[in-house]
């Protein structure tokens, strides 16, 4: 177990140097050049030249990457080009937001997702299980961006129940939680409904059944718990997911986290918090996958890592 | 010597006045004013810092927490002194005196002295501060070795008392004034800065009507009214909320709803329609007009833009009332590079008429009869790429075959500042707002031979060396007799860029404002020329 941790761990650095290469490269190749726009229109020759100069972005490429890295390694992110403020401060400032809503947005997506994907196992092939399974499949299928501007349209504009987007209160995060949930919902219904479709059939739920259990103690005893087996490793993985849709779910909802910070850096080609929100996103990704893998194990005991 | 006798107590009132004619009360008290307003902006506030900060967001607020020499009258492109009460310029215009206000304190509590302008100057062209606003003080003598960190300061800057400082400068500079009252030379204490170091920008000091009360990173800040404000009566208002991450639409909703008072952004395009046509909202918007242009670049060093027929035959092609169209009349229609508002602007001059026969015509002449394929390069936010296709349109039916190329912003900004990358571009999104109402401001860095450089503004890469040589005298007419000579010729001298036609001067366009019903203020502070986008101090609520 300990060695399977270190392993994975050393991999998530590899990859986590490789993200930074690339993303390091991509931002690299870019025309824009940070020196003229931090120096503004009316600069003269000069002092873009002396801007270039004290920013290290007369070096050669992998010099530039190499600083990068070896402040990065020292938790230093750099300063925002056009922000003029530490990178890590803008993020940490930021993450507290973006984690309530991905907490948010896990509660959201469960609820909605394992209720209506065991309404459809038990209800299967009626009325209610399919307009269960055309609802999750638009889930699946609908844009954030979409989903997003009508729910705030409906509940808070037209209804008036919820604010028009911010931060702060609790219904602040409601919409912006079903919003970002309402994807990851329609995946978990289909998957609960086969899920438990499959438990169902088993022998021992039949076993049950036969030595005169009542139906809703078969249900949430016997079969809910070993449904929930393939949806527990999806949650993790799930992270990887949200760190895509913050960034169209905050911009719609003014929601203060890293997404809408990386929407407005990546629209302003601010190159330095561009790398620190990849970065930064990367490591949740992994780290999600990581947690996803330790978790299962430890609920299914057939399970060994190795 | 001749000098300009402003008195600087009569002036504060006139301002405070000129402020709230046609609206309701004056306030009968002088201390700090009542009532909070919400303010909001899609983008994050990048930094308070006036050296540095140069956006949309930002150049409003630090105007409101910071004060410069000279300022202009709310509403207005009129100069007055602010932390100056009165100046004197020298016959040769080289050198000009401020006799500065007694009296006004920093938010910290310090009295502001002749030391602090020298200072703040000194700041903003020493190249380790990164200011993009350093160029515009480079008649100062001694800017060069300033600029280049090879001196400490600028010589030309000499605090003869504490409360008169002496500029000299290397030549003649007719937009001097204008300068001083800019952003960049706003003035900033030395203890502040040196305490707070890059981070100054987030905790900035000045002598303005408001001073930064709260601020939230990627949410909120909070204005506090300055109670020591060197102006009786000024700010109306107690406090300033601005709420940073909120969409136009978004923002748009909430003012309807009550929730916000200005909506920084003004009315997003695709709700504009809709807003004009409410009966409930129209009176609630402020149009007013803005010193901007939004121009199409022909690259002079690129065929077939390097042949002057080519150009005036575009200039003819492009239909403008079409474009104002498309962008639902938000602007009017251009014929010049300057805006209608700005000094020099030629009332009689008519311009390239629209008539793509002629266009045609010139087109053959040119010896491309059987049509030239370019590119154009543009923006790619909402209205920009539709703007494009207008024109992609107006030109196909003259037989120009143009692909557009829509890029971010800053990929735009830097194919315009090559000389071989860009045949044209449509300046939308990027086009020049004046940094200040001066005709020389819309020459020198974006059609004058200074500004045809790499990473420059002068997109056209337009370098005709006898204009350049009529602008430098334009601007060494710094004597204020001489002042209406000077306009003249910056008049003449945007009439003569038109016949090289290295621009297709599309509109001007106007700005709109929506604001919620409990707001008081006259129109012009809410469309304000220079205090962009409103001007906080002249703001009040009923």
Known sequence: ?306 | MFSKALKGVALAALIAGAGLAGTATLPTHAHAGEGSITVTYKDDVSTLDPAIGYDWQNWSMIKSLFDGLMDYKPGTTELVPDLATDYTVSDDGMTYTFMLRKGVKFHNGREFKASDVKYTLDRVVNPKTQSPGAGFFDTIKGFDTASAGEADGLDGIEVVDDYTVKFTLKQPDAAFLHKMALNFAHIVPKEAVDEWGQDFGKHPVGTGAFMLDEWTLGQRLVFKANPQYHIAGIPKLDSIVVEVGQEPVVALLRLQRGEVDIAGDGIPPAKFLEVMNDPEYKDLVVSGEQLHTGYVTLNTKIPPFDNVKVRQAVNMAVNKDRIVRVINGRAVPANQPLPPLMPGYNTDYKGYAFDPNKAKELLAEAGYEDGVATTLFVANTDPQPRIAQAIQQDLASIGMKVEIKSLAQANVIAAGGEADQAPMIWSGGMAWIADFPDPSNFYGPILGCGGAVPGGWNWSWYCNEELDAEASKADAMADPSQAEARIDLWRDIFTKVMDDAPWVPVFNEQRYTIRSPRLVAEDAILVDPVHIPVHYDYIAVK
């Not at chain 1, 100069?53 to 010099?63: A, D, K, R, S, V």
């Not at chain 1, 809503?101 to 299980?129: H, P, Q, W, Y």
């Not at chain 1, 079903?178 to 995946?187: P, R």
């Open chain 1, 1 to 306: 177990m300990i060695a399977y941790i270190l392993r994975r761990v050393l991999q998530a650095a590899l990859i986590l140097l490789g993200v930074s290469v690339v993303t390091y490269a991509l931002l690299y190749m870019l025309p824009a050049d940070p020196a003229r726009q931090i120096a503004g229109r009316s600069a003269t020759a000069e002092t873009v030249a002396n801007i270039r100069e004290q920013l290290g972005l007369n070096l050669p490429f992998y010099e530039q990457y190499l600083r990068y890295l070896g402040n990065l390694l020292q938790g230093d992110f750099g300063r925002s080009y056009l922000q003029k403020t530490e990178v890590g401060e803008l993020i940490a400032a930021r993450l507290p937001a973006t984690l309530l809503l991905m907490a948010g947005a896990i509660f959201c997506e469960l609820l909605l997702g394992l209720t209506a994907g065991a309404i459809g196992a038990i209800k299967r092939n009626t009325s209610v299980d399919r307009t269960l399974m055309v609802v999750s499949f638009v889930g699946v299928s609908a844009p954030q961006f979409v989903v997003g501007i009508l729910m705030l349209y409906l509940f808070a504009v037209v209804l008036g129940w919820f604010p028009i987007g911010g931060y702060g209160t609790f219904s602040h995060l409601v919409l912006p939680s079903v919003s970002m949930g309402f994807l990851g919902a329609g995946w978990y219904s289909r998957m609960m409904r086969s899920s438990m479709l499959d438990v169902l059939r088993q022998d021992y739920v039949r076993t049950a059944r036969a030595k005169g259990l009542g139906r809703a103690r078969v249900f949430f005893v016997h079969a809910f718990p070993n449904a929930l087996l393939p949806i527990i490793a999806m949650i993790g993985i799930d992270i990887g997911m949200f760190m895509s849709g913050i960034v169209v779910v905050e911009s719609v909802f003014g929601w203060p986290g890293i997404g809408q910070l990386a929407w407005q850096a990546i629209q302003r080609v601010d190159i330095p918090i561009i790398m620190g929100v990849t970065l930064v996103s990367a490591c949740a990704i992994v780290l999600g996958n990581l947690l996803a893998d330790l978790v299962v194990p430890l609920i299914d005991p057939r399970i060994k890592l190795r």
